[in-house]
């Protein structure tokens, strides 16, 4: 019995083993991990937001949100808003909320992207105005993704040939990484080698699937012959193997996006154009949500537009010039053209948070292996190149994070701050992801990490 029993564990240990070397190995095990990786994903809008609209009311947990952020109130408790200490009156020339200090100007800097998401003053390099230093997402990419199929995804819908101080994303100082428009494009750089059937890739999966098969059986018929510490351990056996056989099986899911698989064709022609900029942002946010969801990559972008954007936006009835609309909002003591300016940019805005809605959802309903969603262990930076597009300032900036990158943040929560760099929210981002780092950008314009978010 000792014998037999011995002989039975020495052989459940090697179906057990021989089933995990069997799915672990091979092309097709990318992305597996021991549990649920964080995502990071910046969502950049153009030419600042209205305040009064944009911002929350109320206390930290108790808040209510504004129109412009009205749409994502089925996500309220994964958000993690911000927003200035005090009453709501404000000084454009005042630094208050969250505000970008790396400026040579003071609070107030233009349109410029190159400081944002590296928080370093831009250089010239070959005559261009670009940013000195990497972005934020490049430097976690670098960190996290470096045994992805991609490191990273920087997809953009009518984000054009930005001028060079216009360029969000950068490797390296003066080293630019442009976004992707064309979902055509995208979906080849993102789904080439998935959307192709491999035989031997095929082959091995059901062979796979056999010896996970076998094994089980055989786990099975064992079972009545054994009691006490063998049962336990057969038990455990079989959740392992139940387990892999779901992980293998779940792969099938990981398919490029239906809409661009069927007819990728569709988006060669008129795909820049105002009219579809729904279709194209809905084709891209499916790019980049299945890319994330499959393990194609871990951190992504999507740019709507570029800085001083002039993008029209007539499917919410704002056929003018974004960026125009921006300069004439109708505020007290300020000449203006017309009050249903103001409206429109409020629509434009609340449109932007619409689409971030969409977005979310799409991660929300994607499973992890533990039962957790993939938007449960991600986390999104929704930024903006400036605060005000009146005044073209960059205090208390219109950030927002959706997601708690793994439990990292506590969410559903509305944080105010006296007066903290930017780029002490990028380093609590880089923190969130893993990285061993106390500041990020110029050490001159951080503080640390951000109190209170963790």
Not at 371 to 397: A, K, P
């Amino acid at each position: 019995m000792i014998g037999r029993r011995m002989n039975r564990r020495t052989m459940l240990g090697g179906l057990l083993a021989g089933a995990l070397g069997s799915l672990m190995t091979g092309p097709t095990a990318r992305g597996d991990q021991s549990g649920p990786r964080k995502r990071f994903v910046v969502w950049f809008t153009p030419n600042g937001t209205i305040e009064s609209a944009f911002r929350p009311t109320g206390g930290e947990r108790d808040f209510t949100l504004g129109p412009i952020l009205e749409p994502l109130a089925p996500f309220r408790d994964h958000l993690l808003l911000f927003g200035p200490s005090g009453a709501a009156d404000w000084d454009f020339r005042k630094e208050r909320g969250l505000s970008i200090r790396v400026s040579e100007d003071g609070p107030s800097g233009g349109h410029g992207c190159s400081k944002l998401l590296t928080g370093r003053l831009p250089a010239l390099y070959e005559g261009n105005e670009m940013a000195s230093g990497p972005s934020v997402d490049q430097v976690i990419a670098a960190a996290v993704g470096k045994d992805d199929y991609l490191p990273s995804l920087e997809l953009g819908v009518r984000s054009g040939a930005p001028s060079s101080r216009d360029h969000l994303l950068y490797a390296g100082a003066g080293q630019p990484v442009p976004p992707e428009s064309n979902p055509s494009a995208a979906f080849d750089r993102a789904f080439a080698g998935l959307a192709t059937v491999d035989p031997d890739a095929e082959r091995r999966k059901d062979r796979r699937r056999e010896v996970l098969r076998f094994a089980r059986e055989e786990a099975k018929r064992l079972a009545p012959g054994l009691g006490g510490a063998d049962r336990q351990r057969l038990d455990a056996h079989e959740a392992a193997l139940a387990d892999l056989a779901a992980r293998l099986d779940a792969r099938v899911a990981c398919a490029p996006p239906a809409l661009l698989h069927a007819s990728p064709g569709d988006w060669e022609e008129g795909w820049d154009s105002y009219d579809k900029m729904p279709d194209v942002g809905r084709a891209q946010m499916d790019i980049l949500a299945t890319a994330l969801g499959c393990g194609i990559t871990h951190v992504g972008s999507l740019q709507w537009t570029a800085a001083a954007a002039n993008a029209r936006h007539p499917f919410v009835d704002a056929p003018e010039w974004h960026h125009e609309l921006s300069h004439h909002v109708l505020r007290e003591g300020d000449l203006s053209v017309d009050p249903d300016v103001t409206r429109k940019v409020i629509d434009v805005n609340r449109w932007y948070a619409s689409q971030l809605a969409y977005f979310l959802g799409r991660l929300k309903e994607m499973p992890e292996r533990d039962g957790s969603s993939v938007l449960d262990h991600t986390v999104v930076l929704w930024c903006n190149e400036m605060s005000d597009g009146f005044y073209h300032t960059h205090q208390n900036m219109p950030f927002l994070l959706a997601g708690s990158a793994g439990g990292h943040f506590r969410t559903g929560r509305y944080l105010t701050f006296e007066n903290r760099a930017h780029n002490d929210l990028l380093t609590s981002l880089c923190q969130a992801m893993g990285l061993s780092l106390d500041t990020f950008g110029d050490p001159a314009f951080c503080d640390g990490a951000l109190p209170g978010l963790v």
